[in-house]
């Protein structure tokens, strides 16, 4: 507000905004320093010897590694085009239009997007035991929709809830029909909020760690299981390189929309779920 | 009660080559209603939250009392800015907001509720102390951001586009309460306006801003009767320049030899008559009569605008439309540009 | 084709996937944990499973611990975001570059966000063998236990590191679409700084404060792979215990594991009660 300040208090702001930028970095140092480890033994603070072995362990083929990087990927997919196709009708009638029950409805979607995935999964689990979804990659994409659906679904009501109806009726009234209106007009239109809140649900399944080990029964092995086995089991190393594959998306999605990225956008609000 | 002295003032935001305000000096002596008048964009806002001290200037000072106080916090300055979108606290009710600064004064409760109450009655909304503001009406909003300001006993008020958002016939209303309160106070007012119309209405003096620059600082009507240039001239709805040289009696240009008021320079220069001065169908006799003949006829409704020819000179005028009632294009008047309402700009 | 019909169509899908899988499996876990469940012949519901749960002490520790382990992090999560907003809503050299590296860790996940906590605090971590250069600590276990901890630290700094951003975002960009301008409005008025930020920005801020600190608690409460990774052995943070119940090879302890999955999903929907009514009144004021 004011522009001139004294010089302690700048410093003082300064000192605590590097302490906080340190702070949020800090975790992922040694993970990274652990990939390129070869032993790394107390009292060491850095390794005394470097090599690549975790990283060779990981890319190849008997690990793995790249099979359960596939996996994961492919289930997040699936979810977040489920979501997708799912979410722009309901979006849209949650943004566009007033209608009697419209409270009731939004809670009902609200709710997964509070309640704990352990708190449904336990009965879930017992249901597709008796589907035979149990222990398969299908149900794990499945039970993924309930943190990526509702979350995709408030993205695209605010999305809809800024669009103006109008245009479609302008088209259809030069002549094109409600498939080519839909394709040429209202899709292009919709389309950022298609990609930022496409772009989350996907790291959101991509976190999800209880539902996949619960409803996956061990079977159906992702990289957080996987990230998850190492770490207990002390490969200090193999977890690192693990560690840094896993959130290479996410660092590339936040690269990709730090522009768009405001905590006014819906797309923050799964944040909290990843 | 304070005299406002501001001295070379420049601002540069960071980032930006050009000044948003660039070596502005202006007097606004105690008790007075100054307006700041300028185009958007022109530094007014900056200027106004230096004096508030919600912004620090990149040079320059501002003085109250003959007293630098750009040392000194927002909250001690005495200096209360309502901003043009009135920014009511929309957490608090219209009570709780008029009786804010007192409450950051710690005065007692029971002296802000009496306080708030006076001042309700003051801006003629005495029952509308417990509703929220945003069951108000901007012209009700505006007020309560008024009895808000006026509570704390400012002692340089300053207002940011006080009528821009209201109605026609509120802006008179509000005009009124404005200066009523203002002079019953006694409060070194200054406000901003990018429209000159409001600027006349409601201020003692007038300081037009161009360019982050100040051009000319007075009476309103010295920037229609005097402007100091062209651009002057025309943000004042001047629209009528013949280039020409004055021998400080008479100007020579393609609209022939003109006789000029007193207190003209000798040398070449602009003249400039405003249209609604241009009388059309004079007497012969009248000084500086002219033939000219008529190009366009505009009806606006309460006036007519009648585009002139004259030589190689046009001339906009506007009439009584009861007067050029029977002018068609392509007559030819005579028209009559007294000396008392030519000027000659430097140029 | 009229407007209830259309809707209803547009809505259909999604409601009956939420339906189904969130609905369905609340359901089925609130039968099995009142032991009905009619298709393998359990026809008679009863409270066995409550009244185990109940009269456990491990249970009673294990809520809890979880309650102090949401309640801690989200509000020195919240505090702290608040703090790093009014930090970062300035306009700054460089400020893109930490606007970027304070969202970093938005987009990684928990479990990761806890490995690097344990190679950072466990006793032989980064933070221990500093201690051992600067001659603090001579060994391992001179080192403060922070993870594997009864008081939970691990578990509530990952938490911190975690939400921090997370709230931290949201509070910014509602100071930003609020602006400065209440601020110097209160301070013209006669504010001090303090004042302006108790009495103008933090009531303007506090419905976005709270809405994000209820989805961090109830995360908080219910996350299993991160007290999983940090937590003691002794007591279990209660999705650990409920999930540990339900891959017992006893059976018949699922029933109390489907209790303590009602018991976290009752404590969710208070959340989202209190997050409801609290939205409504200010919409109706």
């Not at chain 2, 307006?35 to 003085?63: E, Q, R």
């Not at chain 3, 019909?5 to 996937?17: M, N, Q």
Request: aromatic share 10%; hydrophobic share 50%.
């Amino acid at each position: 507000m004011v522009g001139k300040e004294s010089f302690s208090i700048r410093s003082i702001r300064v000192l605590s905004g590097a302490v906080l930028i340190t702070w949020l970095i800090l975790p992922l140092v040694p993970l990274a320093i652990w990939s390129f480890a070869k032993g790394w033994f107390f009292p060491d603070l850095l390794p005394k010897r470097w090599s690549l072995q975790a990283w060779e362990y990981a890319l190849s083929d008997l690990s793995g590694v790249m099979d359960s990087l596939w996996l994961t990927v492919w289930i997040s997919i699936a979810a977040t085009a489920l979501s997708i196709l799912v979410g722009i009708p309901a979006g849209r009638a949650l943004g566009m239009y007033k209608f009697r029950g419209k409270e009731l409805v939004e809670l009902l979607i609200l709710a997964p997007t509070i309640v704990p995935g352990i708190a449904v999964v336990l009965g879930i689990h017992s249901v597709f035991i008796s589907m035979g979804l149990n222990n398969t990659i299908n149900g794990v994409i499945l039970v993924h929709l309930i943190p990526t659906l509702p979350y995709m679904i408030l993205v695209m009501a605010g999305i809809f809830a800024n669009y103006d109806p109008s245009f479609e009726a302008q088209a259809r009234s030069l002549g094109a029909s409600s498939a080519q209106t839909f394709w040429y007009v209202t899709l292009p239109a919709i389309m950022p909020g298609i990609i930022v809140g496409g772009l989350f649900a996907f790291l959101v399944s991509w976190s999800q760690y209880i539902l996949t080990l619960l409803i996956g029964g061990g079977r159906v092995v992702t990289l957080p299981l996987l990230l998850f086995n190492f770490a207990t089991s002390g490969r200090n190393d193999i977890t690192g390189a693990i560690g840094m594959i896993y959130i290479l998306p996410g660092v590339i999605i936040l690269l990709l929309t730090a522009k768009h990225l405001s905590g006014r956008n819906g797309a923050v609000g799964g944040f909290g779920r990843i | 009660m304070t005299h406002v002295s501001i001295r070379e003032l420049t601002k540069v935001y960071p980032g930006s080559a050009d000044p948003a305000l660039d070596g502005l000096s202006l007097e606004i002596p105690t008790g007075e209603l100054t307006a700041l008048l300028g185009p958007s964009g022109c530094g007014k806002t900056t200027t106004m939250k230096m004096i508030a001290g919600l912004l620090a200037p990149t040079s320059g000072d501002i003085h109250f009392d003959g007293r630098s106080v750009l040392s000194e916090k927002p909250e001690h300055r005495g200096v209360v800015m309502v901003f043009q979108n009135y920014l009511l606290f929309p957490h608090m009710n219209v009570a709780d907001n008029v009786g804010f600064g007192l409450k950051m004064r710690k005065v007692p409760k029971q002296e802000i509720d009496h306080r708030v109450k006076e001042m309700l009655e003051l801006v003629k909304l005495p029952d509308l102390g417990d509703r929220q503001p945003s069951a108000l009406s901007g012209g009700q909003q505006q007020r309560v951001a008024l009895a808000r300001a006026l509570i704390v006993q400012p002692n340089v008020l300053l207002l940011d586009e006080p009528l821009s958002n209201l109605d026609a016939h509120l802006r008179f209303e509000m005009r009124d309460l404005i200066r009523g309160l203002q002079q019953e106070m006694g409060i070194t007012t200054i406000f901003v306006t990018h429209d000159q119309e409001e600027a006349v209405v409601l201020a003692d003096k007038v300081a037009l801003i161009l360019d982050g620059r100040l051009k000319q600082y007075g009476p309103a009507d010295v920037f229609y009767k005097r402007p100091v240039d062209e651009a002057t001239a025309r943000f004042f709805g001047g629209q009528n320049f013949a280039s020409g040289t004055s021998d400080g009696s008479v100007f020579k240009s393609g609209l022939g030899q003109l006789k000029l008021p007193d207190g003209v320079n000798p040398g070449p220069g602009k003249l400039t008559v405003r249209p609604e001065n241009i009388r059309i169908n004079a007497g012969e006799n009248m000084q500086n009569s002219l033939q000219a003949v008529v190009t366009e006829r505009v009806f606006l409704g309460t006036q007519t605008l009648v585009k002139l020819q004259v030589g190689n000179e046009k001339l906009d005028a506007i009439a009584n439309p009861n007067e050029v009632e029977n002018i068609s294009v392509g007559d030819s008047v005579t028209i009559s540009l007294p000396p008392s309402s030519l000027w000659v700009l430097s140029t | 084709m009229s407007d209830r019909l259309k809707i209803a169509l547009l809505l259909a899908p999604a409601l009956s996937i939420i339906g189904v899988l969130f609905f369905g499996g609340l359901l089925i876990g609130l039968m099995r944990s009142f032991n009905y469940m009619p298709v393998i012949g359990l026809t008679e519901p009863d409270l066995s499973a409550y009244i185990a749960v109940f009269t456990s002490r491990e249970f009673y520790l294990s809520f809890l611990l979880t309650f102090h382990i949401a309640f801690t992090s989200t509000v020195i999560s919240s505090i702290l975001a608040i703090g790093s907003a009014l930090l970062l809503r300035r306009t700054f050299v460089g400020r893109s570059l930490i606007n970027f590296l304070f969202q970093l860790n938005l987009t990684v996940p928990h479990l990761v966000g806890a490995i690097g906590m344990l190679y950072l605090f466990s006793q032989s971590g980064s933070f221990a063998r500093l201690g051992a250069e600067w001659n603090l600590i001579a060994k391992p276990s001179d080192f403060p236990a922070l993870v594997f901890d009864p008081y939970a630290i691990g578990i509530i700094l990952q938490y911190i590191w975690k939400e921090v951003p997370f709230i931290g975002v949201i509070v910014l960009a509602n100071m930003q679409s609020l602006g400065e301008d209440y601020e110097s409005v209160a301070r013209s008025l006669g504010a001090s700084k303090w004042q302006a930020f108790i009495h103008v920005l933090m009531p303007l801020i506090f419905p976005g404060v709270l809405s994000a600190s209820i989805i961090v608690f109830a995360f908080t409460f219910g996350a299993y792979e991160i007290p999983a990774i940090l937590g003691a052995s002794y007591p279990k943070a209660l999705p650990v215990l409920a999930y540990q119940k339900y891959t017992d090879v006893d059976l018949a302890a699922r029933p109390e594991a489907m209790a303590m999955a009602i018991v976290i999903a009752a404590l969710s929907a208070l959340m989202i009660y209190f997050y409801v009514r609290y939205m409504r009144r200010r919409i109706r004021s």
